[in-house]
């Protein structure tokens, strides 16, 4: 095989999406309100979250229609183009075919955009006006301010500050497409004000930005919230990734023997994982899923999985998932989009079932390998992104090393173009690595609630 990049056409682009709780061994256990400790119910959640979406996600159902506004406005980008790096795999001298399934082509920069779009979607079919919602690295906030443009809603983002002082053009091309964006913690609501005052100079983190943005929702009835990762029906928004490139790898051929995909809430690692997963589960197909995070925010490597807050003001319902304490307060790492302290519970099931793998990785050695896949394959990943390289990077050396073939694949999640700086720290050897300490884990699962 020659060709370098693998192509569908318009009409290859997914009809339904998968959900992968049709095949699930054992589901996830319910989100309990924080208040009763019961079971959510669907009318827990309809302060925030239109009817349709609540619906998605309990279903059990495997295949969801997509409808055909959200899927004509796939159509600006996808198919998504799948990649050989061919001139990778030449530096490396490995016998290992790497792919890429490259995210970074859609008009926000990043995979972000497959969920945004039908959360818009629906909400204005609930008669919804405004979307909340919080953001990292700016991925997601660049990604819903235009899903709202595209459907007539106004659109409020909080960014961690860390993030909003570190990346200022994304939060430059969120108020292009016509969103209002704050550094949270930020003194619009209660709890960011409680931060403040507790630590004025908080960096905040993405506990913090879901607490304002839940707040600012639940406090008007023409608004409601948007998440970008975590929930069941983002992870299954997001199946697309891993539809079109199980596709396109059969049109060469080939299937992967692993599959990289950076996890900080889990919707990147579930929207390539999942449709292969669903092989594995159903056809006894061997393929290893491999999550990859940061040793800055290690959820499922050195997480405990309990039932825990999915914000910091304890705002949010009590999901059970992999968890570094809803009170963790993250290291300002670059890759913003992995500082999360929470995993999607159904990754974070299929981890504790043994079904998918984790490692993680320190910022230094991921930016080498960022670095190297740029001056190999002419894209320059977003950090988040080149947690995956970094990791296939090693995988295709162990197959040097023993001599084998082997088919990997990467969900290169989105460009690092608003990232140079992190880039011109990594490259004037200022980069430092921050792993996150055992006495500060410790203190912060201390402070679970009691489930």
Known sequence: MSEKKILLSEREIPTHWYNVMADMPNLPQPPLNPATGKPAGPEDLAAIFPMELIKQEVSTERWIEIPEPVRELYKIWRPAPLYRALQLEKELDTPAHIYYKYEGVSPAGSH????????????????????????????????????????????????????????????????????????????????????????????????IAISEAVEDAAKRSDTNYSLGSVLNHVCLHQTVIGQEAKLQLEKVGEYPDVVFASCGGGSNFAGLAFPFLRDKLTENRKVRLVAVEPSACPTLTRGTFAYD???????????????????????????????????????????????????????????????????TEGIVPAPESAHAVRAAIDEALRAKEAGEKKVILIGLSGHGHFDMSAYETYLSGALQDTPYSEEALRESLSRLPQV
Request: charged share 15%; with cysteine.
């Open 112 to 207: 972000k955009l497959n969920t945004a779009i039908p959360q818009a979607y629906y909400n204005k079919e609930a008669g919804i006006k405004r979307l909340t919602t919080e953001t990292g690295a700016g991925q997601w906030g660049s990604s819903i301010s235009l899903a709202c443009r595209f459907f007539g809603l106004e659109c409020m983002v909080y960014m961690v500050k860390v993030s909003y002082n570190q990346k200022p053009y994304r939060r430059i091309l969120m108020n292009t497409f016509g969103a209002q964006v704050v550094a949270s913690p930020s003194n619009l609501t209660e709890a960011g004000r409680a931060v403040l005052a507790a630590d004025p100079d908080s960096n905040g983190s993405l506990g």
């Open 309 to 375: 807050f999915g914000d910091v003001a304890k705002m949010t319902p009590l999901l059970m998932m992999y968890t570094l304490g809803h009170e963790f307060m993250p290291p300002g790492i670059h890759a913003g989009g992995l500082r999360y302290h929470g995993d999607s519970p159904l990754v974070s099931q299929l981890y504790h079932d043994g079904l998918i793998e984790a490692v993680a990785y320190d910022q230094t050695r991921v930016f080498e390998a960022a670095v190297q896949f740029a001056r």
